[in-house]
T-cell receptor, first 117, second 114 residues
Framework: AQKVTQVQTEISVVEKEDVTLDCVYE???????LFWYKQPPSGELVFLIR??????QNEISGRYSWNFQKSTSSFNFTITASQVVDSAVYFC??????????????FGQGTELSVKP | SAVISQKPSRDICQRGTSLTIQCQVD?????MFWYRQQPGQSLTLIAT?????????ESGFVIDKFPISRPNLTFSTLTVSNMSPEDSSIYLC???????????FGDGTRLSIL
């Protein structure tokens, strides 16, 4: 079965601190996809990144970076120099190989990040 | 990415009634999905809305309770039937251009049942 675990339920940091959100996944598939979404207090879900299981290169986008390690089944998300606007709930999600279940997103429980000024 | 309009944005309903939520996309999309987010919880997939055929429901969700329509590639509806307080949630529509492509979400419908 597929499962996503976000071990941190809540994180609180002070502005300009770096923060890492952990995501651990379980799957028996060799082909799978990992995602991160942001849900700010306004409630909408914002797509941040998609990574497939064959691409273990880390990715950086501005202050955001992602570390994908298949050996530990982890897909961690780091925000550098955090800002108050980063305050949100962040979800890690997993989907399986193409097929009738391929579109299904399995979400972790979410990590609520609070960045204080 | 596609612009997704979801209506209503919120509603307060009486127990036993039904509400239909609409999801309109500004371009044709391959995949449309409906999710539920219970208070303080994560998102759970209700069903995949299939164009021109019956939706594919996830375990724990049934067509009688959550009938779904998808008459074309830009529009879908989800009905929450015979509502009870346990149905109080955010219901979100998402769209994607292919399996395992990023799904983009509407702003959600915040539903409260009294």
């Amino acid at each position: 079965a597929q499962k996503v675990t976000q071990v941190q339920t809540e994180i609180s940091v002070v502005e300009k601190e770096d923060v890492t959100l952990d995501c651990v996944y379980e799957t028996r598939d060799t082909t799978y996809y990992l995602f991160w979404y942001k849900q700010p207090p306004s409630g909408e879900l914002v797509f941040l990144i998609r990574r497939n299981s064959f691409d273990e290169q880390n990715e950086i986008s501005g202050r955001y970076s992602w570390n994908f390690q298949k050996s530990t089944s982890s897909f961690n998300f780091t925000i550098t120099a955090s800002q108050v606007v980063d305050s949100a709930v962040y979800f890690c999600a997993l989907s399986g190989p193409p097929g009738n279940q391929g579109g299904k997103l399995i979400f972790g429980q979410g990590t609520e990040l609070s960045v204080k000024p | 990415s596609a612009v997704i309009s979801q209506k209503p944005s919120r509603d307060i309903c009486q127990r036993g009634t039904s509400l239909t939520i609409q999801c309109q996309v500004d371009s044709q999309v391959t995949m449309m999905f409906w999710y539920r987010q219970q208070p303080g919880q994560s998102l759970t997939l209700i069903a995949t809305a299939n164009q021109g055929s019956e939706a594919t429901y996830e375990s724990g969700f049934v067509i009688d309770k959550f009938p779904i329509s998808r008459p074309n590639l830009t529009f879908s509806t989800l009905t929450v039937s015979n509502m009870s307080p346990e149905d109080s949630s955010i219901y979100l529509c998402s769209v994607g251009q292919g399996i395992n492509q990023p799904q983009h979400f509407g702003d959600g419908t915040r539903l409260s049942i009294l």
